[in-house]
């Protein structure tokens, strides 16, 4: 099936997020590289409402909500004009979750493979992972603590 009856097979609000996340993700990267990461997110963070986690938006549970905003990302990664890394994905994602009232956890995790110091991210929503495996954390090492944009320094 050609990628245009996929988009059209999508609801309108999935096509919506599709666009969005078209979108998101090379501004997401041009603000990173300008302000650096915690900038970035406490910059996206002004942008979006704080997310509770309970209160549904239009009717669709958190959890449901927030695995269709995952694979609308991995789809504009993955299809769209820009491909991001992992990290740009992650902080696109972070950053529609919250808008949609969802409060998510930027990770990041390190390792050390075939000699090579790799660093990999991901978000996790209510303890899990959205946008890798579940054996992310036995494949990279998490930092103790989540990416938090409220400890952005401004100058």
Known sequence: MNRW???????????????????ALPAVAALIR???????????????????????????????????VTRMVTAAAAHGPYRANCLQRSVALWWLLRRRGLTSELRIGTRTHAGRFEAHAWVEFDGMVLNDSRDVHARFTPFDRSVNPSEARYS
Do not use: I, Y
Not at 5 to 23: D, H, I, N, P, T
Not at 43 to 61: E, H, K, Q, S, Y
């Open 5 to 23: 009856r996929k988009v059209w097979r999508l609801s309108q609000a999935e096509r919506w997020l599709l666009v969005q996340a078209a979108f």
């Open 34 to 68: 300008l302000k650096g990461l915690r900038e970035c997110q406490a910059t996206l963070a002004r942008l979006a409402p704080t997310g509770d986690n309970r209160r549904p938006a239009a009717g669709v549970p958190a959890e449901a909500l927030a695995h269709t």
